[in-house]
């Protein structure tokens, strides 16, 4: 009998990606499915980035349950050679599906790099003080720039590290600090800084077993904690997208951050035209156009965060 057996890590993030969908109870699916993924591209190791890889598209495969109606942008690369020769031969038809015609790398992916250098310290010109500040922009296009911007002006403050403060001559504490044990894994993770109160995405820095984090927190409900309703539902700040019932809704199967809107209101499209980018789980994915049609709505921007089965973009058949 074979026997596969799945890394720690990647059970972490699997795991993490189902309960984001609450799917958890189908990763029995996505076990068997990842063995077929890996078959596909020519059974890469399953290390990191490939495991990555191999796991977001086995989820993928699962969750929209047509294999590989979504291919993600790193499953395109990998099988156009990216990442190099595969070890074994991948499945020709997947990769005839992925990338079309455009043709597979036969030397070394690097080598087809053009050099950028000297275009980056144009761009950015007067604010990059060094070659640090030059890679932090490469990486980094509209952070390291903003960043770049309020440094020069002097506009640049760190945002504090909120904690309670005094009351009736009592101490009020905020933890700061924690141990935290997720799915067999522990991690210590200290708080560094969060974004203002009161708003609908905030923003939260941690050093997570050292290194530097930051997430998004999107606040969908609310209690009311103090008063005579205590515990009460306050409100409901969920989006209102509607869900999609119509051929030409656009939406997604698994909550993501938007990184590229590609189409605009009133723009004719074909059905399978790539009409935004999205990034979960640092896995980038084109959302494609399911029909003919011209755009008739578009309910989200870049950079916002995009839940499953809520209508992001409206294409009419019709015109």
């Given at each position: ?6 890394p720690?890590?990647m059970?972490?993030?699997l795991a993490?990606?189902?309960k984001e969908?609450?799917a958890l109870?189908?990763i029995?699916?996505?076990?068997n499915?990842?063995p077929?993924v890996?078959?596909?591209l020519g059974y ?8 990555q890889?191999v796991?977001?598209q086995?989820?993928?495969n699962?969750?929209?349950?047509k294999r590989y ?5 790193e ?5 156009q ?5 595969p070890p ?7 990769q005839?599906k992925?990338?079309g ?5 036969d ?7 053009k ?6 310290r ?6 990059a003080?060094?070659?640090e500040?030059v890679?932090s ?6 952070v390291?720039k903003l ?11 760190a945002?504090?590290?909120e ?6 001559d009592?101490?009020k ?5 924690f141990?935290v ?5 522990s991690?210590?993770i200290?708080v560094t800084g969060?974004?203002p109160?009161?708003?609908m995405?905030r923003h939260?820095y941690?050093m997570?077993?050292?290194v530097?984090?930051e997430?998004?927190?999107e606040t969908l409900?609310e209690?009311?904690l103090d ?5 009460a539902?306050?409100s ?7 869900k ?9 199967s ?8 590609l189409?605009?209101v009133g723009?004719?499209?074909?059905a399978?035209?790539a009409v935004?980018v999205t ?9 494609t156009?399911?029909?003919n049609?011209?755009?008739?709505a578009v309910?989200?921007?870049?950079g916002e ?15």
């Amino acid at each position: 009998m074979h026997i596969f057996q799945v890394p720690g890590g990647m059970i972490s993030n699997l795991a993490n990606q189902l309960k984001e969908r609450n799917a958890l109870d189908r990763i029995g699916e996505v076990y068997n499915e990842i063995p077929a993924v890996r078959k596909d591209l020519g059974y890469p190791p399953l290390v990191t980035p490939t495991s990555q890889i191999v796991g977001t598209q086995a989820v993928l495969n699962v969750l929209t349950g047509k294999r590989y109606e979504t291919i993600t942008n790193e499953v395109k690369r990998y099988l156009q050679g990216g990442y190099g020769k595969p070890p074994a031969a991948v499945n020709v038809d997947l990769q005839k599906k992925a990338i079309g015609k455009e043709e597979v790398m036969d030397c070394r992916p690097a080598d087809l790099i053009k050099p950028e250098l000297d275009k980056l310290r144009s761009e950015i010109g007067e604010l990059a003080l060094n070659d640090e500040d030059v890679l932090s922009y490469a990486m980094f296009p509209e952070v390291g720039k903003l960043f770049l911007e309020q440094r020069s002006s002097g506009s640049l403050v760190a945002e504090p590290l909120e904690v309670e403060s005094r009351a009736d001559d009592h101490l009020k504490k905020a933890p700061t600090e924690f141990n935290v044990a997720l799915h067999g894994e522990s991690y210590h993770i200290k708080v560094t800084g969060a974004g203002p109160k009161n708003q609908m995405l905030r923003h939260f820095y941690f050093m997570v077993d050292g290194v530097p984090e930051e997430i998004v927190v999107e606040t969908l409900d609310e209690i009311v904690l103090d008063g005579g309703m205590q515990g009460a539902v306050k409100s409901t700040i969920a989006s209102k997208r509607r869900k999609p019932t119509e051929p030409g809704d656009v939406f997604v199967s698994m909550p993501c951050n938007v990184l590229e809107v590609l189409v605009k209101v009133g723009q004719q499209v074909p059905a399978g035209q790539a009409v935004m980018v999205t990034e979960a789980m640092k896995m980038e994915t084109e959302i494609t156009a399911p029909i003919n049609g011209v755009v008739k709505a578009v309910h989200i921007v870049k950079g916002e965060p995009a839940n499953p089965d809520e209508v992001l973009i409206e294409i009419d058949p019709n015109g």
